[in-house]
């Protein structure tokens, strides 16, 4: 019997390895199993590796880890490249019609599993796509679970499909059920024990929880070119639009994009806009419009590694600085950076309150990892009350006759001043790039040039009172600290959970960054001031949130344990290289 | 109900146009004809881009959006999704545009919104003092081409027809209530539609001067033609020389993009609730 198990499957682009995932993980999710499941693939839509790694288990937990109980292997390539991963007794599960394998092949004593999927879905005249649902049942049938699990989540899945194709997946999973327990029941190792059911739990990726945050957070309208990873965001506001009451265009261009979002958001909507670091690259004009204009502007930049198109699959923290940088000029902006689909939820309706309230471009910042990885979060992390509150409109029955409206008022003491929507009588102003005075108009005069610097300039400061402390998990006194901004949280967290907050006999703890730009730098000062040892831990190449870190605060962090290779941290390598006393420069 | 006339949208601003430019016949057009169409200082939302075309918002009082190089469209078409109740009108340049601007001017033609643009074409991009824009004819002399533009120019009126605009036209700076009528007609049109008005630039070209586009005007209106047919739209556009046509090329009725989206069914995106109508169904999906 296991608490938490590994599972991989992997093949070619096709092969319905990604809805195998994310089947799996929602019938384990829906037995009250805590889940995750995130997935790995190249920049291609037929052959390549595809890949995706689901862990189940009795308990809540933060990450994956770095060895697999069972491994799928629907073609040969995926038992080469994958075999020294497993752990000692893991289950192989693989189809010899495509190559046989025996122990002396593997570095670890294994269990071999043959399944013939290529004969089973010609016997039952199947697709041959239907591998992956036969794979789905055998795998049910290791984890000691009942074939009914999967059925339910079969009949969800294909219910637009009708009950012909519902049966019939049903059968094929069958199959590959029956031939485990007749074949393999001895094999019980990967048994799950049961788990405690209690609230819903939601299988949401990442930019499923940034639409619906953006959603509930009261966005109207959306204008998004397609991009990895921000592409299910696409897909979740295209097919709610009808019924959720939202426009999403598809732009030209990442360009027309950020444009049409400022466009309706001067006009009155809630807007967003999302994108990747090259699509971001196109937007920083149009950053640079909304700061000047003073338009609220949520961006979802999902980093993906760079440079340029770089490896466009893979995950990456690389876009911190640039998206802290990026625009001609010196306007305010908010960068948030959520270490986990809760989070993305949660900052994104935050985001979209502190763009009303600030007039001012927000950015949720996410990264492949948290975008397209499938998290288990309980339902009642979405449906707290949530009141929006529009921030500084002017009330139109108080707009003089006579005259523009003043909209750009820079007496306020955050900066902040009332608009109005074109439409709205009396409320006539210039909405203007140039720099302009209190109601557009352009000036070039130095004393209100300088009026309108300082007036943007003191949203900044506002912005910066209003930034939380990072949360602390573990003893606050501890003489280790992990600092972690965004998706690196999870593993950090694990590595801490495994080691019970202890490293080489010394408490350890991690102080967690979702808001990280502009930082409230007296009280991060303060609360890191004094440590010990503390572990910056980044995607990166070049530890961009210590920059900032330093910038804001003055402290240099000495330890820095990077990584930039596309794949997101294991907690075990975190341990491994944090029991060196000095790990990076 | 005072009639509105083009003193509404006067604001305290001189225009800083060279005298005689164009500009000031395009400008005239446009406040007679929102004035004719009632549309007031309130009412509804110019959006600019960058040129000596985009300078007009600061003697212009209405809603007004001075946006960035070549990027009007996008602005315009959010702004009317936002709140399609809204008039927008495009005030644009042949650099912004279709230079800059050349894959918004295309994709809003196939798209369609209840925008129209006004494109100030006048062969040169006389902010930047005078060099050849998209549209200047092959041998054209300016500050960028001093041995003649070698490229083929952009036709406005054929792109707008082949990208799928419903409302196509051109008018000329120098005949303020032809222009007038014209651009009341586009901005009526329930759909994208384009104005291209020709326009002498008095400081950077001493070719294309007022007499020289007198000298080979001519009214559609006054030949006969019926601007019914997209084929027949193309060939009238195509004529540039001796004889050039002004007038209504091409119009259509067809559903706008706005039309197209199932939201706004309800009333302008601006007005609609804030909260989502049933967060357990939706959440549902997902467990």
Not at chain 1, 527 to 545: H, M, P, S, W, Y
Not at chain 2, 74 to 81: F, I, N, R, T
Request: glycine share 10%; net charge negative.
């Amino acid at each position: 019997m296991a608490e938490t198990v590994t599972w991989k499957i992997g093949g070619e682009a096709g092969f319905g390895i990604m809805s195998a995932g994310i089947m799996l993980a929602r019938a384990f999710s829906r037995l009250g199993y805590h889940t995750f499941a995130t997935n790995e693939y190249p920049s291609l839509i037929r052959g390549g590796h595809n890949l995706i790694t689901v862990r189940i288990a009795t308990k809540r937990f933060e990450a994956m880890h770095r060895e697999v109980h069972i491994l799928v292997a629907l073609n040969a390539e995926t038992v080469t490249l994958h075999r020294d991963e497993l752990s000692e007794g893991a289950i192989v599960v693989y189809d010899p019609n495509d190559q046989e394998w025996q122990a002396l092949d593997f570095p670890k004593p294994v269990h071999l599993v043959a399944i013939p999927f290529k004969t089973i879905v010609t016997q039952k005249k199947a697709e041959p796509v239907m591998r992956n649902t036969v794979a789905l049942g055998a795998t049910v049938a290791l984890l000691g679970a009942p074939l009914d699990v999967l059925s339910t989540v079969i009949s969800d899945q294909f219910s637009k499909k009708g009950g012909t194709v519902i049966t019939g997946n049903v059968e094929i999973a069958r199959a590959g059920y029956d031939l485990v327990k007749k074949d393999a029941a001895v094999l019980s190792v990967c048994h799950l024990d049961p788990a405690e059911k209690s609230e819903p739990l939601l299988m949401i990726n990442g930019s499923e929880a940034v639409g619906v945050g953006a959603v509930r957070g009261g966005l109207k309208f959306a204008a998004i070119y397609p991009m990895t990873p921000i592409n299910s965001l696409i897909t979740f506001l295209a097919d709610h639009a009808k019924s959720l009451g939202i426009v999403y265009k598809q732009p030209e261009d990442e360009i027309a994009g950020i444009n049409m979002a400022i466009g309706a958001s001067v006009a009155g909507a809630r807007s967003m806009v999302a994108t990747s670091g090259g699509g971001f690259a196109l937007m920083v004009e149009g950053l640079s419009l909304a700061g000047m204009v003073e338009a609220p502007l949520v961006i979802d930049m999902g980093m993906r590694v760079g440079p340029a198109t770089g490896m466009p699959t893979w995950t990456e923290q690389g876009e911190l600085l640039f998206v802290v940088r990026a625009g001609h000029g010196e306007f305010a902006r908010i960068v948030l950076a959520p270490g986990d689909a809760g989070e993305a939820y949660k900052e994104t309706v935050r985001a979209f309150q502190l763009a009303d309230t600030f007039q001012t471009p927000v950015f949720v910042l996410t990264d492949k990892y948290i975008n397209e990885s499938q998290w288990c979060v309980p339902k009642s992390v979405f449906t707290g009350d949530i009141v929006i509150d529009r921030g500084n409109v002017a009330d139109p029955s108080t707009l003089p006759a006579e005259g523009a409206y003043p909209r750009y008022r820079a007496d306020s003491p955050d900066g902040v001043s009332a608009r109005t929507f074109p439409g709205t009588k009396h409320g006539q102003y210039f909405i203007n790039s140039y720099e302009h005075d209190d109601v557009g108009h352009a000036t070039e005069d130095p004393a209100k040039r300088i009026a309108m610097v300082e007036k943007r300039k003191r949203k900044l400061a506002a912005i910066e009172r209003e930034a939380p402390l990072p949360v602390v998990y573990g003893d606050e006194k501890a003489e280790i600290t992990f600092l972690t901004w965004g998706s690196t949280k999870g593993p950090v967290l694990e590595a801490l959970e495994m080691a019970d907050y202890t490293i080489g006999g010394k408490k350890a703890n991690m102080v967690h960054f979702t808001w990280v730009y502009p930082l409230p730098a007296g009280k991060v000062a303060k609360l890191l001031g004094g440590k010990k040892r503390i572990i910056d831990v980044e995607q990166n190449a070049t530890a961009q949130f210590a920059s900032l870190l330093r910038e804001a605060t003055g402290i240099e962090i000495q330890e820095k344990l990077l990584k930039f290779d596309g794949r997101p941290f294991y907690p075990e390598e975190i341990l491994e290289k944090v029991k060196v006393k000095t790990i990076f420069r | 109900m005072p009639t509105l006339t083009a003193d509404a949208f006067k604001t305290s601003f001189l225009p800083t146009w060279c005298p005689g430019c164009g500009d000031f016949g395009i400008w005239m057009s446009l406040k007679d004809a929102l004035a004719k169409l009632g549309i007031g200082p309130d009412d509804g939302l110019l959006v600019y881009g960058i040129g000596c075309h985009g300078n007009m918002y600061d003697w212009m009082r209405i809603y007004d959006f001075a946006g960035l190089h070549g990027r009007a469209l996008p602005v315009a078409q959010g702004a009317k999704l936002a709140n399609h109740t809204l008039p927008v009108v495009v005030i644009s340049g042949d650099g912004d545009c279709l230079g800059e601007g050349g894959n918004h001017f295309i994709h809003a033609a196939k798209r369609n919104p209840d925008v129209t643009v006004i494109i100030h074409d006048n062969q040169v991009y006389g902010l930047t003092t005078g060099q050849a824009s998209p549209t200047a004819k092959a041998g054209f002399q300016t500050k960028s081409t001093p041995e003649g533009v070698t490229d083929e120019p952009i036709n406005p009126l054929t792109l707008a027809l082949t990208a799928g605009a419903t409302f196509v036209a051109r008018g000329f700076a120098g005949d303020i209530p032809g222009l007038s009528k014209i651009m009341a007609e586009a901005i009526k049109h329930k759909g994208f539609s384009v104005v291209d008005v020709l326009q002498p630039c008095v400081t950077f070209d001493k070719v294309h001067t007022y007499m020289w586009y007198r000298q080979r005007l001519y009214t559609l209106e006054s030949s006969g033609y019926v601007p019914d047919t997209r084929l027949h739209a193309m060939e009238k556009a195509m004529e540039w020389g001796d004889k050039i046509p002004v007038g209504i090329f091409y119009r259509e009725d067809k559903p706008t993009s706005e039309d197209r989206e199932p939201a706004l069914a309800g009333g302008p995106l601006v007005s609609l609730p804030l909260t989502v109508p049933n967060l357990d169904a939706l959440l549902a999906e997902f467990i």
